[in-house]
């Protein structure tokens, strides 16, 4: 849903040990595509803060974590803020990681959620499997911001389009992202064999250049390989295609 002021509510997750900057970078990008609110939102394991201690000496623990981490988050988001023009908001609590994010997503109620993607194949940003339980919590877009691949404020994107426009850009904004991307837009197909080809031509469309790799065990190599060589910087999924979540060192956007 959109706030009363009729813009998307972004909503930020970091565990604050990923490069904050450059998710924020992405994430201010996309608030300006779609007009969108960014609210940072930061859970730290209260087993990483107490371990065996005495009560008294837990809560003096608790304490003196609260303002190291009220202060890390002002000096990562404030200096963003300040540098980009950007009103960010944040908030941080201790406890349940999981149970932390599902109460703040109840309750913020964002339009779209983003987390921070470590490099390689793992999408773990706070521990295990919080990008799946992100995603099954959350039913509408989810970006997972690259480190490597950027989307700078006010640039065109580089937009890419996984398995047809349909799905992958099923999202509210679909047209707002269009709007701010380079043309031709480049989509990637996987078919299960050449058969497929024969049956469901590529449509003649010049806004759009469309690659087709038959699967295979390479079909994740050679995907991301024409990625590359396209400079895509943000590809557009759904939540169907594990394989492109799980192993695609790209920044995405998760559809609804």
Sequence with gaps: ??????????????????NVNNTLKSTLSLAKMVDGDIQFFHVKGASDIVGTENQLSAMRTINKEYITTENKIKKEVKSFSSDYDANIKYAFSFGSVKEEIGKYINEYQ?????????????????????????????????????????????????????DGTDTALNVDFADNLIQNAQRP???????????????????ANQDIVEYVFEESDNVIKNLSNYLSKNNV????????????????????LVAN
């Design 1 to 18: 849903m959109k706030t009363s002021n009729n813009k998307y509510k972004i909503l930020v997750l970091s565990d604050l040990k990923n």
């Design 110 to 162: 964002p339009d779209i959620v983003v987390l921070g993607k470590r490099k390689k194949t793992s999408l773990s940003f706070i521990g295990d499997h919080i990008t799946q339980f992100v995603m099954k919590k959350h039913k509408g877009a989810v970006m997972i911001a690259s480190d490597d691949h950027i989307l700078e404020p006010d640039q065109a994107i580089s937009l890419g389009l996984l």
């Design 185 to 203: 837009l480049k989509s990637f197909k996987v078919v299960k064999n050449s058969d497929q080809l024969e049956k469901n031509p590529t449509p």
């Design 233 to 252: 910087n943000l590809l557009c999924v759904n939540r169907e295609n594990d394989y492109a979540i799980n192993k695609l060192d790209v920044s995405l």
